[in-house]
């Protein structure tokens, strides 16, 4: 069975920073690629970062780019999520996701998310 736990949510304040931890199981890690997508009050859920285990390559939306840092540590099946300057827009919940290309074909298994909140 696929899980992924997501972890490393909370409150900040403008400009702080937080990180978020996904730790999966029940699937070869090293095969797949994980990502981070985020859905805020109202609107659709978008994909915010990805990267392949199994290269390393990644994948960043625009908005987060130069602010946000995706990492793998393949020894312990988890994936990171270094959030930094963050801004109140960042304010969603948080999805780890994974997938063949998780961030351009849609992942295949989601976890539960975790609520990030940027106050101004």
């Known amino acids: 069975e696929v899980q992924l736990v997501e972890s490393g949510g909370g409150l900040v304040q403008a400009g702080g920073s937080l990180r978020l931890s996904c730790a999966a199981s029940?699937?070869?890690?090293?095969?797949?690629?994980i990502g981070w997508f985020r859905q805020a009050p109202g609107k659709e859920r978008e994909g915010v970062s990805c990267i392949s285990s199994s290269d390393g390559s990644t994948y960043y939306a625009d908005s987060v780019k130069g602010r946000f840092t995706i990492s793998s540590d393949n020894a312990k099946n988890t994936v990171y999520l270094q959030m930094n300057s963050l801004k109140p827009e960042d304010t969603a919940v948080y999805y780890c996701a994974v997938g063949s290309y998780p961030c351009s074909g849609g992942p295949d298994y989601w976890g539960q998310g975790t609520q990030v909140t940027v106050s101004s």
């Open positions: 029940g699937f070869t890690f090293d095969d797949y690629a």
